[in-house]
């Protein structure tokens, strides 16, 4: 049996595989003697992730966090681009995948040996678009393209110091991506909404002219996450930042500081070097006066902190402060709010007062451009909107948005439940596929840990009740909490009536830390809105009660009485019965996120009149204009944040 072993910060040596075994009953009593518990608590997250290194596959290597904050260079801008519907650059007409010194390999160099060449590829700027962002938007032959994409870079990159490691990191690239550089292959990665990093060996970094191919696959697949059937659009390319990164031989890869539980002023972190290290490492919160120095021996270090006179961030009081490591020659520095979030009883407690969440759905989409939003600008533009509405939380839907939103949201005090495309009916009988399910979880986790403003990690939307189901979903909640136990674990579970009434009993509930559901009563079945006046509920959980997705269609600007469909008086309407039925809800009822901030595109949506490939569930439609729904639903949270106060 190996041995792990960390030092904590109290000068004790803990043998860490024994503790793997031990029963967590046994590591909670060690926890009751001595102050130290505070660092035993993060045992088991400690031991999660350092057990978690058979979840990086292709090469990659472990995360790097906190990218901006580093020494690094963007690749961002225009990127050459061959449009390879047929995989040619991949396979050879046998179908058989192509060596890597193959020359029409569309890795390897595209010019010509002499005259005589034949060359049948080849990278010009009379074909290039826009990195970070989707293919789909930036030019029509690709509006509903779904295939293979290569996509070329060429740069100079003189290291700062000889020594240093460098790393080619992806915010993103939608969905599957196989890197090359110089003509050698990094790696690959699969999933779109959740970033990676190759290191590049010294020996095929050049100081000039430096080509960097990936080729992008968008295409949906069964065993994929998501898989075939989604009420999105599937938009493809590299969708968000690309970066160079320069660090020391031996770096901070990761690390976590959070307000422990149920504290107001003990501050718990850990931080995670790329191998074993005895190093100092200067953590300062020079706000608070604090400076600390945790000894690292070995490749990682817990530590507590004590911090008097902290300002709790909350959506009145978003305050973040700015926390920085020193490693030697390294620097990190990262604004980090802290705050508590817990489910107690039939309660979500912020800082330990109850909270309701008015929240909003968002697709990561600028509807009026048709594309993937990516950037700072975007998420501001739409958490905007969601302010405007009177919101204190957006459920990010149906997979992790970009870090410009997550970290926007912890500026403007907005909460965050954050998504893994675990969605409708994927292969839950596949082993595979819910490993996929947990290496885009603990990417999901890593990126974001220190967003003070998510609280809800959710592990999928709407899967079909059944025992292999159960067992996949299961299995990511516990995931899920042995990566990150400080935040609350959901999923959107779905309702069924029994003889009218709505039941929630979904077994899944059984293991979440909130119960969420998606009800549509008064659009997908039930009769229309009036419905909801004689709603009965049925929630066999004493936890809090979510609705995570309600919501009707109305086409902008088209009115008609409440009764025509598509129209803004129907949807006004809609609004209205469930925000009275929202009233009437059980004592234990926590909040909702209408489905969906803006209209969004689906390829789903046929209706020729009403929809032509829009979903317009949106209260606001594709141009950022208000609909009538709208200002029920402001009202109605005006309501609520005036009651909650
Ligand atoms: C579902 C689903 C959404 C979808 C919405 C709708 O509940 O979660 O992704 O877009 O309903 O039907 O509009």
Redesign the pocket.
């Known amino acids: 049996m190996t041995q792990y072993r960390f030092r904590l910060e109290t000068g004790k040596i803990f043998p860490v595989k024994a503790l793997i075994s031990t029963k967590e009953s046994e590591l909670l009593s060690m926890q009751q003697h001595s102050l130290s518990n505070t660092v035993m608590r993060m045992k088991p997250v400690l031991i999660a992730l350092l057990s978690c290194s058979f979840l990086y596959a292709g090469a990659q290597t472990r995360l790097i966090t906190n990218v901006q904050a580093r020494n690094s260079t963007s690749l961002n801008g225009q990127w050459q681009y061959i449009v390879d519907p047929y995989e040619t650059g991949y396979y050879d007409y046998r179908w058989q995948e192509r060596r890597s010194g193959d020359r029409e390999a569309y890795w390897n160099s595209d010019v010509p040996d002499n005259k005589s060449d034949r060359k049948e590829h080849g990278y010009t700027d009379k074909y290039a678009i826009r990195v970070p962002g989707d293919w789909n938007s930036q030019d029509a032959k690709f509006l509903y393209y779904e295939g293979t994409v290569w996509y070329n870079r060429n740069f100079d990159f003189n290291k700062t110091n000889p020594s240093s490691k460098v790393f080619l990191h992806f915010g993103a690239v939608n969905y599957e991506a196989h890197v090359y550089l110089n003509g050698v292959k990094l790696g690959w990665h699969k999933g779109g909404f959740t970033p990676f990093n190759f290191e590049i060996p010294d020996s095929l970094l050049q100081a000039t002219g430096n080509r960097l191919v990936v080729k992008v696959d968008n295409k949906r697949k069964r065993d994929e996450i998501p898989t075939l059937n989604?009420?999105?659009w599937n938009y493809g390319g590299i969708t968000r930042d690309v970066h160079l990164i320069e660090v020391p031989p031996q770096f901070i890869v990761d690390y976590s500081l959070q307000l422990k539980k149920g504290s107001t002023n003990e501050l718990v972190g850990w931080i995670k070097f790329n191998e074993a290290v005895n190093h100092k490492v200067l953590v300062e919160i020079r706000e608070l006066g604090l400076w600390q120095d945790v000894t690292v021996k070995g490749d990682s270090a817990a530590f507590v902190l004590k911090a008097n006179g902290l300002q709790l961030w909350s959506p009145e009081n978003p305050k973040l402060y700015s926390v920085v490591l020193r490693n030697g020659s390294e620097t990190i520095t990262d604004k980090i709010g802290f705050r508590t979030v817990e489910a107690k009883g039939s309660q979500i407690l912020l800082n330990g007062k109850p909270v309701f969440l008015r929240g909003i759905c968002i697709h990561e989409e600028i509807p009026r451009e048709i594309r993937r939003a990516y950037s700072t600008q975007d998420a501001a533009r739409l958490l905007q909107q969601a302010k405007d509405l009177n919101c204190n939380m957006v459920r990010l839907?149906?997979y992790p948005h970009n870090e410009h939103m997550t970290r926007m949201a912890d500026s403007l005090g907005i909460l965050v439940w954050s998504e893994i495309p675990v969605?409708?009916t994927i292969d839950f009988t596949n082993e595979a596929v819910l490993q996929k399910a947990k290496q885009q979880l603990h990417e999901m986790i890593t990126r974001d840990r220190n967003r003070a403003s998510i609280i809800i990690w959710s592990v999928g939307?709407?899967t079909p009740v059944h025992a292999a189901r159960t067992a996949f979903m299961t299995s990511l909640v516990h995931t899920a909490r042995a990566f990150d136990s400080s935040r609350l674990i959901s999923a959107?579970l779905e309702v069924h009536r029994v003889q009218g009434v709505n039941v929630v009993d979904d077994p899944l509930g059984q293991v979440t830390d909130i119960v969420s559901v998606?009800e549509?009563l008064g659009w997908?079945g039930g009769g229309l809105s009036a419905a909801c006046r004689n709603a009965k509920w049925d929630i066999r959980y004493n936890k809090p009660f979510f609705i995570s997705?309600t919501?009707a269609?109305a086409l902008s600007g088209y009115h008609a009485d409440s009764l025509t469909r598509w129209s803004e008086e129907f949807q006004e309407w809609f609004y209205r019965e469930q925000m009275d039925m929202m009233r009437r809800m059980p004592p234990n009822f926590a909040g909702i996120s209408p489905?969906?901030l803006n209209d969004f595109r689906?390829p789903r949506r046929n209706n020729p009149w009403y929809q032509e490939g829009w979903?317009n569930?949106g209260v606001y439609d594709q141009q950022g204009r208000k609909k009538k729904a709208f200002y029920v639903l402001k009202a109605y949270y005006d309501e609520m944040e005036k009651k909650y106060r």
Do not use: R, V
Request: net charge negative.
């Open positions: 989604t009420d999105w839907a149906h969605y409708w939307n709407e959107a998606n549509y997908y997705e919501g269609e489905w969906i689906s979903n569930k």
